[in-house]
């Protein structure tokens, strides 16, 4: 009887542990529908973990910070939360939009304490790159450590600790307030302490996780063996912009084209499209604030560089000077006049020392035109997963 009476009270003490437990979720739950109003769910969270990717995307620079869902969606709220500055006005998803591929059409982009340096780069596929320094000038060594400075820069976010402002310790008190915070740490870390590394895990996971492909490119690429096959799918004009794009040129001792291609994939490597780690400056030698600014190496992959309605979607370049894309191909047609005064120019731009001199003819930059937008797809412009979470 001794027996049957113990094993009673454990089915009893395992029944309201249960219950405690389920009523814990239900009260967090709660708490979070209060500032969420239903768009994060503990029980149902999205799916950043386990996407699908084509078997040719082949570069990744993870580095050991693999997705974790719960941990994604914490970095998903902490892009979005405008608590992040100083003033309670600037997130990360504020320069960072959505419906312009991740990217600004603010030019430049503004900040708490006034306009920043360079044009926001677009975020697309970061996590689908040899390169894995960040930043225009390749400043941050990861996208771990680039994830936080703009929060420590007096200008962006201003927790500088400089000119008057508080530092990040002070945002980690902030944030160690924050209902949905003790919440979301615990989720994805098993403790609601909150720590910088913790932010940037959180922050780098949920940035990894933004993918696009479902272009029309992806269609055709998965039909084929390599880049320079015709892609069934495609026109005529895609398919000559294609080759023009990946094939090199040839120029005789003055730098002139005389037969190829474009050569833009010796730095936009197909099928990522990402940035060749080894690149320099592409010619753009200013800055927005005037003078010349030829540190800028880096650049975001060329997906989804237009809109689903074929438009541009965020001015290029890190000044945005360029608008359409038709000027970006114009661009790189004669650069004798920034080989001349841009010692940091990329050798593949200047062949002979003498910047390069393209004379491309309307049918070709029409071509190439046609080949970039069939980068972009659709998803990642709308899908709630990526969304912001506030209401």
């Known amino acids: 009887m001794n027996k049957i009476f113990k094993i009673f009270l454990l089915f009893i003490a395992l029944h309201f542990s249960c219950n405690k437990n389920e009523n814990t979720s239900s009260s967090d739950q709660s708490i979070l529908d209060q500032t969420f109003k239903g768009s994060i769910s503990l029980t149902q969270l999205e799916n950043y973990s386990n996407q699908s990717k084509p078997a040719y995307i082949t570069r990744d620079n993870t580095n050991g910070n693999q997705i974790n869902d719960a941990v994604a969606t ?45 044009q926001s780069m677009r975020l697309i596929n970061s996590r689908f790159s040899e390169e894995i320094k960040f930043f225009w000038d390749e400043r941050a060594s990861s996208l771990e450590n680039q994830s936080t400075q703009p929060i420590k820069d007096h200008v962006e976010m201003g927790f500088s600790g400089t000119n008057g402002d508080p530092n990040f310790t002070d945002l980690i008190t902030k944030l160690s307030a924050v209902d949905y915070y003790k919440i979301l740490f615990k989720k994805g870390f098993g403790s609601e302490d909150i720590s910088e590394q913790k932010i940037q895990t959180a922050l780098s996971q949920f940035i990894r996780s933004i993918q696009s492909f479902d272009a029309k490119y992806d269609v055709g690429r998965a039909q084929v063996n390599n880049d320079l096959a015709n892609f069934p799918n495609f026109t005529a004009q895609e398919n000559q912009g294609k080759n023009l794009f990946i094939t090199r040129p040839t120029f005789d001792a003055n730098s002139q084209r005389t037969s190829g291609g474009l050569g833009c994939g010796g730095c936009h490597r197909a099928p990522e499209f990402d940035i060749d780690p080894n690149s320099r400056s592409n010619g753009i030698g200013g800055s927005i604030q005037g003078g010349p600014d030829f540190t800028n190496t880096k650049a975001p992959s060329l997906r989804n560089i237009t809109k689903t309605n074929g438009t541009i979607a965020t001015p290029l370049m890190h000044t945005g000077v360029i608008k359409t894309i038709q000027a970006a191909i ?28 393209l004379n491309l003819n309307a049918q070709e930059v029409n ?11 659709s998803d990642v412009f709308t899908n709630k997963k990526w969304s912001n979470p506030f209401p």
Not at 348 to 355: D, E, Q, S
Not at 367 to 377: I, M, N, Q, R, Y
Request: net charge positive.
């Open 367 to 377: 071509a190439v035109e046609a080949f970039l937008k069939t980068l972009s797809g």
């Open 330 to 357: 114009g661009h790189y047609g004669n650069l004798t006049a920034a080989a001349a005064n841009n010692t940091n120019l990329d050798n593949r731009l200047k062949p002979n020392n003498i910047g390069q001199q």
């Open 74 to 118: 914490l970095g998903r709220v902490l892009f979005y939360d405008k608590k992040l500055s100083v003033n309670n006005s600037v997130s990360c998803g504020s320069c960072h939009k959505q419906e312009f591929a991740f990217g600004d059409t603010a030019t430049p982009s503004k900040g708490v304490a006034g306009n920043t340096s360079r």
